[in-house]
């Protein structure tokens, strides 16, 4: 398969831990400028061992862990970032105090006693914790009970730790030459960061692996005769294409409507306005390119009329 250029990945996260070129890295890294991630079904992708499936109030998006350690992976540069967890201990009278063991890439960086009830806790940490491309955070916790061994009401038999609903990870912005002198709690339990908004997970279904050589319109016999912008790095970041090349916004965003084969309509519409609007797709929006899907409007014509849109133009 590797002498064909035919690279077959069985999932996302087999990708991004061990088929990453370093194309593929920097545009991952341009992706995700902030890595915020609600706990729902949506981010599975991210998230490996230790934890149940997401309950309670679907706008909560929360998770319970277990006895287990629970990991995550979090998309960010080797540069300094914040790191935000939103989570709660499983309390009941008399618990003991629950303790959670905080690591980044394998390596310590917390350990604090959590407060009862939601709490955010806030890390800074340094660029030398962190690495280009996907990061793994790891959290253990100290005690886990089922509910039903403490509450005999309780059907619940699930050893549970905590509860989790909120992951993210924000850049520091420039800073002085200097590292910071070692990991730093910035907010008391129970303060509430201010954070963007969440990431979106139609992303996740837009990822390729960049191949080294040009691509087909950069090396192709209208190159030198401009047909229409060139596409802004964000946009080719969001489609899964190193940011760095030089390819016409048209081309870059009809890939979208190729890709998209396997595909049914609303899912595609999802995909294509996350990675050309940055934008989750309204109500409104679906409905009319819905519509034009069934009278025979291609999936080409739609992308191209996101990126000629107003809306298109006024972010670029």
Sequence with gaps: LEGFRLHYAPGLQHLLLH??????THALIARYPTHVMPLGSDNSVFLAGGWYGPDGDPAEHARWTGAEPVSAMLIASAADHRLTLHMMPFDYAGAPPQIATISLNAAPIARLAMTPGWRYYTFDIDRTRWRDGANFLTIAFSRAEAPAAIDPRSKDVRPLAARLNLIAVTPLGTRASRPLSDVARVAQAGETPVLPG????????????NEPGEMLD?????????????????????????????????DAAETIAYDSACLNDSDFLHIAYAA???????????RYFASALQKKETRVGVVRALVHSEEFRKAF
């Design 19 to 24: 088929r990453l070129t370093p194309a593929d």
């Design 198 to 209: 969440a990431s979106l997970p139609e992303l996740t279904r837009a990822f390729r692996i």
């Design 218 to 250: 950069e090396n192709s016999w209208w190159r030198h005769s401009k047909r229409t912008a060139f596409a802004p790095p964000s946009l080719l970041a969001r489609i899964g294409i190193d940011p760095a090349r030089r390819i016409e916004v048209d």
């Design 276 to 286: 050309i609007l940055n934008r989750a797709i309204d109500a409104d929006g679906e």
